[in-house]
């Protein structure tokens, strides 16, 4: 069975952003990236299925050479081959799912794993749309998988509880935290990762339906007021509620 796995290489939550020059794109400069946390989840699970039922693991990325920082991290992890869907140009969430679906078609996978969303645009959407455009089913926000032959099981967050869906292949899972504990890279894999080609490929062009007009920083936090320490202040801190906050 062929496992596939799309990776994204992000900023670091820790980081500090800055807003670039043009307004629309975040500056790199200083910033370190890495692989996005939830598809950390994502390529743990596509290496326990292998190492369960066999199989052979593809990682796909989409984005400039930065990204292949990512991919080699992954294929440290045990990912045996890579491929990096090469493209300098912003993409809105169809577009990506659209060209990660080719790839994955490319592939012949059967089993897709995503992380559920990743931490820069936090859309959410980009697995389930690949899976749309596969014709794949999908199981999202998932905390226990588990594949039996053609059936697979998995547990799901939903609000207020977990659910228990069941789907057959070809199916796409986007993983959330909880799902796994990442392994970390190993010396011999690190070695190894080294040799492992990046197959770079074109991906066909982004045809967009959302445009960014402009980003910018939330504003910066007002200075707080202390207007007293007992019941005296409550009518003071109602009209500033009511009349400088428009809260109530």
Same mark, same amino acid.
């Given at each position: 069975?062929?496992?596939?796995?799309?990776?994204?290489?992000?900023?670091?939550?820790?980081?500090?952003?800055?807003?670039?020059?043009?307004?629309?794109?975040?500056?790199?400069?200083?910033?370190?990236?890495?692989?996005?946390?939830?598809?950390?989840?994502?390529?743990?699970?596509?290496?326990?299925?292998?190492?369960?039922?066999?199989?052979?693991?593809?990682?796909?990325?989409?984005?400039?050479?930065?990204?292949?920082?990512?991919?080699?991290?992954?294929?440290a992890?045990?990912?045996?081959?890579?491929?990096?869907?090469?493209?300098?140009?912003?993409?809105?969430?169809?577009?990506?799912?659209?060209?990660?679906?080719?790839?994955?078609?490319?592939?012949?996978?059967?089993?897709?794993?995503?992380?559920?969303?990743?931490?820069?645009?936090?859309?959410s959407?980009?697995?389930?749309?690949?899976?749309?455009?596969?014709?794949?089913?999908?199981?999202?926000?998932?905390?226990?998988?588990?594949?039996?032959?053609n059936?697979i099981?998995?547990?799901?967050?939903?609000?207020?509880?977990? #659910? @228990?869906?069941?789907?057959?292949? $070809?199916a796409?899972?986007? +993983?959330? =935290?909880? &799902?796994?504990?990442?392994?970390? *890279?190993?010396?011999?894999?690190?070695?190894?990762?080294?040799?492992?080609?990046?197959?770079?490929?074109?991906?066909?062009?982004?045809?967009?339906?959302? #445009? @960014?007009?402009?980003?910018?920083? $939330?504003?910066?936090?007002? +200075?707080? =007021?202390? &207007?007293?320490?007992?019941?005296? *202040?409550?009518p003071?801190?109602?009209?500033l509620?009511r009349?400088?906050a428009?809260?109530?």
């Amino acid at each position: 069975m062929k496992i596939a796995v799309c990776v994204s290489h992000v900023p670091d939550t820790a980081a500090k952003i800055n807003i670039g020059s043009d307004g629309k794109t975040l500056d790199p400069n200083g910033v370190t990236f890495i692989v996005n946390p939830y598809d950390e989840f994502a390529v743990e699970e596509a290496l326990k299925t292998k190492e369960k039922i066999g199989g052979e693991t593809v990682a796909i990325s989409l984005g400039t050479d930065a990204n292949k920082e990512t991919l080699r991290k992954v294929l440290a992890m045990g990912i045996d081959n890579a491929v990096l869907l090469k493209d300098n140009n912003y993409r809105d969430s169809i577009s990506v799912a659209k060209a990660l679906a080719e790839e994955i078609k490319a592939q012949n996978a059967e089993l897709v794993f995503f992380g559920k969303q990743s931490v820069d645009f936090d859309n959410s959407v980009v697995g389930q749309l690949t899976a749309e455009f596969l014709g794949y089913n999908c199981i999202s926000v998932v905390v226990s998988f588990s594949l039996e032959g053609n059936k697979i099981t998995c547990e799901r967050e939903i609000e207020g509880g977990k #659910e @228990i869906v069941e789907t057959t292949l $070809p199916a796409l899972i986007t +993983a959330q =935290k909880g &799902l796994n504990e990442p392994r970390y *890279a190993s010396l011999k894999g690190i070695m190894a990762a080294k040799k492992k080609e990046i197959i770079e490929k074109q991906p066909t062009a982004a045809n967009n339906s959302v #445009e @960014i007009i402009s980003m910018k920083k $939330p504003a910066p936090k007002q +200075a707080g =007021k202390i &207007l007293g320490t007992d019941a005296t *202040a409550v009518p003071e801190l109602v009209r500033l509620l009511r009349q400088e906050a428009k809260v109530i």
